[in-house]
Structure formats: C-alpha cells, structure tokens
C-alpha cells in the first residue's frame, strides 16, 4: 500500500470535512482536490465514512500530543492543569473534525465516533487523574476522590466547549480558564 497516497488523501479530506462536514463531503469532492480517481480512493478506503474517521482519528493523535507537550513543560500539578485547559480548548477550536466528532448529535450514530468518542474520554480522564494524584502525592492537592474529581473536570470542560468555542476569545476564554481554576482549587465557601 502507498501510504503517501494514503496521506494525501487524508491531509485532503481533513480540509474538506472541515469546511463542509461528513454528510456534505462527497468522495468525487475527495477525489477531485486529490487529483485521484475514485477507484484509487477506494483502493485505500472503504467509504467515506472510513476517510473521516482517519482523518478523525489523526486530529485526535494530534491533539493528545499537544496536550502531552504542554503538560511536559509545566512543573507544578496546578501548571499542568491549567496547561491541560488551554492547550485542549486552543486545539479543539482549530481541529474541527474531532470537536465535530466530540460534540455534534448528528454524528451519533455511527458507531466509530462512538469508539472514538469513548477512548477520548478514557484518554482525558487518564490524563486527569494523573496530574491529580501527582498533586496528592505532593501534597498540593487534598482530593479524597480522585476518580470522582477526574470525572468532573472532563465533564465540566464537555459542558463549556460549545459555548467557549463558538461564542469567546481565546484570550476571554484564557481569562475563563483562570477564573475556573481558581474555584477549582480555591472553592467558592468563604473562609
């Protein structure tokens, strides 16, 4: 198999479902931008359904490596933290196909989003949970649930990526991301 084929019509069809979505996107659109027949496309494809969950798939590849490097060049858990919301937030707003993917009802059935959906979840709740016994073990942190508190901030980022991705700034939604941190780690009882 040539995989630079294979590439190209990935880097291709990512622009394409960007701009248009699964359902509007046509294989002879595909085909057409990458200069290829539809029979090659499908020589490395089965569908069009299998050309979007690649270029899902790499999206999602593409995000967790950022994330990871943003967490790597922090020092404290509460850097990471923070690092984990910006950069996750920064990217899902350029990577349209895997916030589509994450977010849009539309999409739901088809059970490779499902599956991706899930190990996203898994991938962030991981993450999480990691930078949050780091905490613990430094004594930073004083979290008697770490399970129930990694749900929470997944969920509670889930709940805010719409409404931050379609409606504010990246610098607003930065100032946001600190306000959300300082009731994470602050809580919102007077002391």
Do not use: C
Request: hydrophobic share 35%.
């Amino acid at each position: 198999m040539n995989e630079n084929k294979k590439t190209i019509i990935t880097n291709i069809s990512q622009k394409i479902f960007s701009r248009y979505g699964l359902i509007k996107t046509t294989v002879d659109e595909i085909a057409k931008a990458a200069r290829m027949g539809k029979a090659t496309l499908y020589h490395y494809f089965k569908s069009k359904e299998d050309i979007y969950r690649e270029v899902v798939e790499k999206e999602n590849r593409f995000l967790a490596q950022k994330i990871n490097e943003a967490i790597d060049k922090e020092d404290t858990p509460k850097e990471k933290l923070k690092a984990y919301i910006t950069t996750r937030m920064k990217y899902l707003n350029e990577l349209a196909n895997i916030h589509s993917a994450l977010t849009e009802e539309y999409l739901d059935h088809y059970a490779f989003i499902e599956r991706i959906r899930e190990k996203n979840f898994q991938q962030e709740i991981k993450t999480i949970r990691t930078i949050l016994i780091d905490g613990n073990n430094k004594n930073l942190f004083s979290i008697e649930d770490i399970e129930l508190t990694s749900f929470a901030i997944i969920s509670a980022l889930k709940g805010l990526e719409y409404p931050w991705s379609t409606e504010i700034s990246l610098p607003k939604i930065q100032e946001n991301i600190d306000k959300l941190l300082d009731i994470l780690f602050n809580g919102i009882v007077k002391r």
